[in-house]
């Protein structure tokens, strides 16, 4: 079996800051995603990587970046934070697409001051 | 675009009654969406529950099923007796095409009370 650990548990920033989530996995999968999950929403898709070095917009990339330097590790970036934003972050790989499964990490709880 | 609709908010249930969570899609860019039900146990990172990809087949996992109704567009899932152990957020999700994206419901927190 495998794992994906994300990095922080829990994150607390400041208005206008920006902020880097981490994340990886020893799946040795070829695909990695980033969620977003509100509360009473459901999960919306940030940015996807395919393979090391690639990245694919998803719903809600606006304000974020995302990094793919290696197959193991997928992190993502909170351009500006927002205040008063608070969110849940969820890194899952899979090792194809579209109707494979996903392995989901904990995830990351980001508050804003 | 795609968009998943699900039982919302919260349901309880008693031990050994039955469960129906409902789920139908809309998937304005795929002919044949693949279907999931994925779960979050209390404390735990959400999983696959079960996975059905061809329309007409049930999927099944831990006692628990679901059809893929192409004519009425869901995928609701049943339970013939929870335990308590079941207690836990349940989300619909759909994918296909070309795309890695998951579409996913809101989510439904299932409480089994003994």
């Known amino acids: 079996g495998g794992i994906i650990t994300q990095t922080p548990k829990f994150l607390i920033g400041q208005e206008g800051q920006k902020l880097t989530l981490k994340c990886q996995q020893n799946?040795?999968?070829?695909?990695m995603y980033w969620y977003r999950q509100d509360s009473g929403k459901g999960l919306r898709l940030i940015y996807y990587?395919?393979?090391?070095?690639?990245?694919q917009k998803g719903d809600l990339s606006e304000g974020y970046d995302a990094s793919r330097e290696k197959k193991s590790s997928f992190s993502l970036t909170v351009t500006s934070a927002q205040k008063n934003e608070m969110a849940v972050f969820l890194c899952?790989?899979?090792?194809?697409?579209?109707?494979?499964?996903?392995?989901f990490g904990h995830g990351t709880k980001l508050s804003v001051l | 675009g795609d968009s998943v609709t699900q039982t919302e908010g919260q349901v309880t249930v008693s031990e050994s009654k039955s469960l129906i969570i409902n789920c139908t899609y809309s998937?304005?860019?795929?002919?044949?969406?693949?279907l999931f039900w994925y779960v979050r146990y209390p404390g735990e990172g959400l999983q696959l529950l079960l996975k059905?990809?061809?329309?007409?087949q049930k999927g099944s996992s831990r006692g628990f099923e679901a059809t893929y109704n192409k004519e009425t567009t869901s995928f609701h899932l049943q339970k013939a007796s929870v335990q308590e152990s079941d207690s836990a957020v349940y989300y619909c999700a759909l994918s296909g095409g070309s795309n890695a994206k998951l579409t996913f419901g809101k989510g439904t927190k299932l409480s089994v009370k003994s």
């Open positions: 998937a304005t860019s795929i002919a044949y969406p693949n």
């Open positions: 990587s395919i393979t090391e070095n690639d990245l």
């Open positions: 899952a790989s899979s090792q194809g697409i579209s109707n494979e499964r996903l392995f």
């Open positions: 799946f040795n999968h070829d695909t």
């Open positions: 059905v990809i061809t329309a007409g």
